[in-house]
C-alpha cells in the first residue's frame, strides 16, 4: 500500500491523497509513513481530534508522529465551537492550497467520512441557517429532552432520524430546521445530489483488516484509552462544562460520559466501548463499499 501510494503522489502530483478505513486499522501510522517518504503533510479529517481537550480518546498522533510529520487541524477548535461538513471544508482547503504552495503534498487522513466525501465532492445544497428556529430547538432540548427533538424529526424525515443519535443535538436540529423552513427533508437533498460534483482530483486508499484483527485491534486502542487516563479526561471535561460539547456525543466519550453518570457500571464500561467501537467501524465499513477505495 506505501509503495502504491507513493508511486501515485510520483506519477499524479494533482491528486489529492486520502488515507481513510475504519477505526483502529492504522490510518494514522500509514499516512505518516506516506508523509516522511514523500515530503507530505497530513491534514486531519475527524471530528473529534480537531477540537481542544479532547486527546486521550479520540486518538490524536502522538508527539513521534508528530515529530515525523506536521498534522493539521488536529486541535484546532475550542470544544464547544459548532463544526460540520461545511466549516471542516473550508478549514481543509485552506490548509491544502497552503502545504501545495510550500511545495509540500497534502493527505488528507482520518475516518470521518461524511467530511472527507464533502472535500472531494461537494456538499447538497441546503436552506441557510435560521437562528429563531435554532433558538427554539435549544428551548426544546433544555425543557423537554434531546429525544423530543429527535422524536419531532422522525416524524417528518425517518431517515436522517435513523442516521443521527439523539445526543447529536446540533446534527438533529439542523435536519429538522431544514424540513421546518424548506419542507425539504434532509436525507431527500443529500440522496438527489449523490455529492456530484467534484471539487479536487482525488484518490482513496483504505488498509483492510479481518474481522477478528480488527476486533483485536479495537480491544487494544480500549485498553490503551483507558489506560492512559481517559475517564479522568473526561471527569475534567464535564467538570469545565463540556457535556454539550459535539465531541462528548462521539464513540467512547458517550460512554465514559455515562459511566461518570453511574449510568454504566465500571465493570462493564470497556466492553460498552468495544461494542459501540465495533458497530461504528461496521458503519464505516458499509461506507467504504460504496467508494471507490483502494485497499491494501
Known amino acids: 500500500m506505501l509503495d502504491e501510494i507513493l508511486t501515485t503522489i510520483r506519477s499524479e502530483p494533482d491528486v489529492l491523497v486520502c488515507v481513510v478505513g475504519q477505526t483502529a486499522s492504522g490510518k494514522t501510522d500509514l ?3 506516506v508523509a516522511e ?24 498522533p502522538s508527539a513521534e508522529e508528530l515529530a515525523r510529520a506536521p498534522h493539521h487541524l488536529v486541535s484546532t477548535l475550542d470544544p464547544m465551537s459548532p463544526c460540520d ?22 493527505i488528507v487522513c482520518g475516518g470521518t467520512f461524511l467530511w472527507v466525501k464533502a472535500l472531494v465532492q461537494g456538499l447538497a445544497p441546503a436552506p441557510s441557517a435560521d437562528e429563531t428556529v435554532r433558538a427554539r430547538h435549544r428551548e426544546i432540548v433544555e425543557r423537554e429532552g434531546r429525544a423530543v427533538l429527535h422524536a419531532a424529526l422522525a416524524k417528518v424525515d425517518p431517515e436522517s432520524a435513523a442516521r443521527l443519535h439523539p445526543n447529536d443535538v446540533v446534527r438533529v436540529s439542523r ?3 431544514v424540513f421546518e423552513t424548506s419542507g425539504q427533508k434532509m436525507s431527500e437533498l443529500h440522496a438527489s445530489h449523490a455529492f456530484g460534483g467534484a471539487r479536487h482530483r482525488a484518490k482513496l486508499f483504505a488498509i483492510r483488516r479481518e474481522p477478528e484483527e480488527l476486533r483485536a485491534r ?7 484509552f483507558l489506560a492512559a487516563g481517559w ?19 462521539s464513540v467512547g466519550y458517550k460512554e465514559v460520559a455515562a459511566h ?6 465500571a465493570s462493564e464500561l470497556r466492553a460498552s466501548i468495544v461494542r459501540a467501537t465495533r ?18
Not at 44 to 57: K, L, W
Not at 218 to 224: F, L, N, P, Q
Open 279 to 296: 458497530i461504528f467501524a461496521r458503519r464505516q465499513k458499509t461506507w467504504l463499499g460504496h467508494e471507490p477505495v483502494v485497499y491494501t
Open 260 to 265: 461518570l453518570r453511574g449510568e454504566i457500571a
Open 85 to 106: 461538513a461545511s466549516r471542516f471544508v473550508r478549514l481543509a482547503d485552506a490548509v491544502i492550497a497552503d502545504v501545495r504552495a510550500r511545495g509540500r503534498v497534502p
Open 218 to 224: 479495537i480491544e487494544r486502542r480500549v485498553d490503551a
Open 231 to 249: 475517564i479522568d479526561e473526561v471527569r475534567g471535561l464535564l467538570a469545565r462544562g463540556r457535556a454539550d460539547a459535539r465531541a462528548m456525543g
Open 37 to 60: 517518504r514523500a515530503g507530505g503533510e497530513i491534514v486531519t479529517a475527524d471530528s473529534v481530534q480537531i477540537y481542544r481537550e479532547f486527546d486521550v480518546g479520540s486518538g490524536k
Open 175 to 177: 435536519a429538522l430546521e
Open 31 to 33: 499516512a505518516t509513513r
